[in-house]
């Protein structure tokens, strides 16, 4: 079996889509699905884990929390069909790396140019906070969604400091070299990963971006504008040569 091509990064998704790893997170996501929220009455929720979402060799990967309840959890897409994806989507589509502004569906004709969406969790969680043991517990399928990825990724943009925390970890067991101590997340910093004795085909380094996490708390309350959004996005997408 070709581990590192479409066939790879496909039968992933696929085995993600049908984890049932997490007791807490399976009841609630299902739970989610059976009730559903009164806009979104009509839908088929998808009510299961979301994977990835992007070309398969991506060379820019953003990297988030966990799906909404009734975003990604509904859609099956990451960042689709809430208002934190209403940001990301827009200011992705800005800068030139997405087809469309706005994400509504798996079925919308939606494109990403060189970029791949992922989580280090991938099902809704209670109030938005997965804890340590299911971030723990996910971290497996990062690990390989990152090396399926080597041979193209060259820059990561994390979304918030949960997302970052879960990071670094999966990167050190992906093939990269992560600085101890561990370095602090904050919006805007820059660190540069070594490969760690990787395959010839893996020996780029990775440029990590922190950034604000694209949450309603964060953009309601100007944390987060879109320019500062789009800078990062601009700044990782020429490290990652997808812009000039």
Same mark, same amino acid.
């Given at each position: *079996?070709?581990?590192?091509?479409?066939?790879?990064?496909?039968?992933? !998704?696929?085995?993600?889509?049908?984890?049932?790893? @997490? $007791?807490?997170?399976?009841?609630?996501?299902?739970?989610?699905?059976?009730?559903?929220?009164?806009?979104?009455?009509?839908?088929?929720?998808?009510?299961?884990?979301?994977?990835?979402?992007?070309?398969?060799?991506?060379?820019?990967?953003?990297?988030?929390?966990?799906?909404? +309840? %009734?975003?990604?959890?509904?859609?099956?897409? *990451?960042?689709?069909?809430?208002?934190?994806?209403?940001?990301?989507?827009?200011?992705?589509?800005?800068?030139?790396?997405?087809?469309?502004?706005?994400?509504?569906?798996?079925? !919308?004709?939606?494109?990403?140019?060189?970029?791949?969406?992922?989580?280090?969790? %991938? @099902?809704? $969680?209670?109030?938005?906070?997965?804890?340590?043991?299911?971030?723990?517990? @996910?971290?497996?399928?990062?690990?390989?969604?990152?090396?399926?990825?080597? $041979?193209?990724?060259?820059?990561?943009?994390?979304?918030? +400091?949960?997302?970052?925390?879960?990071?670094?970890? +999966?990167?050190?067991?992906?093939?990269?070299?992560?600085?101890?101590?561990?370095?602090?997340?904050? %919006?805007?910093?820059?660190?540069?990963?070594?490969?760690?004795?990787?395959?010839?085909?893996?020996?780029?380094?990775? !440029?990590?971006?922190? @950034?604000?996490?694209?949450?309603?708390?964060?953009?309601?309350?100007?944390?987060?504008?879109?320019? *500062?959004?789009?800078?990062?996005?601009?700044?990782?997408?020429?490290?990652?040569?997808?812009?000039?």
């Amino acid at each position: *079996m070709n581990t590192h091509g479409p066939a790879g990064l496909a039968d992933l !998704d696929h085995r993600i889509a049908g984890c049932r790893a @997490c $007791p807490r997170l399976v009841a609630w996501r299902e739970e989610v699905a059976r009730v559903k929220r009164a806009a979104f009455a009509d839908w088929t929720y998808w009510g299961r884990p979301v994977p990835g979402f992007g070309p398969d060799d991506a060379r820019l990967l953003i990297l988030g929390l966990a799906p909404a +309840a %009734h975003g990604g959890n509904r859609t099956g897409r *990451m960042f689709t069909g809430d208002r934190s994806g209403d940001v990301l989507y827009r200011a992705l589509y800005d800068v030139g790396l997405a087809s469309r502004p706005e994400a509504v569906a798996l079925d !919308d004709g939606l494109e990403l140019y060189g970029v791949r969406i992922t989580s280090p969790v %991938h @099902c809704a $969680p209670p109030e938005n906070k997965p804890t340590p043991t299911e971030r723990d517990t @996910c971290r497996a399928w990062l690990v390989q969604e990152l090396r399926l990825l080597r $041979p193209s990724v060259r820059a990561v943009v994390v979304l918030g +400091a949960f997302g970052w925390q879960a990071a670094l970890p +999966a990167f050190a067991e992906a093939g990269w070299t992560v600085p101890r101590p561990r370095p602090a997340f904050a %919006h805007g910093v820059r660190v540069t990963l070594a490969p760690a004795g990787a395959p010839a085909d893996a020996s780029a380094p990775l !440029d990590l971006f922190g @950034c604000f996490h694209v949450s309603q708390r964060n953009t309601f309350t100007g944390r987060l504008t879109p320019e *500062m959004l789009r800078e990062v996005l601009r700044t990782a997408a020429t490290t990652a040569g997808l812009l000039p």
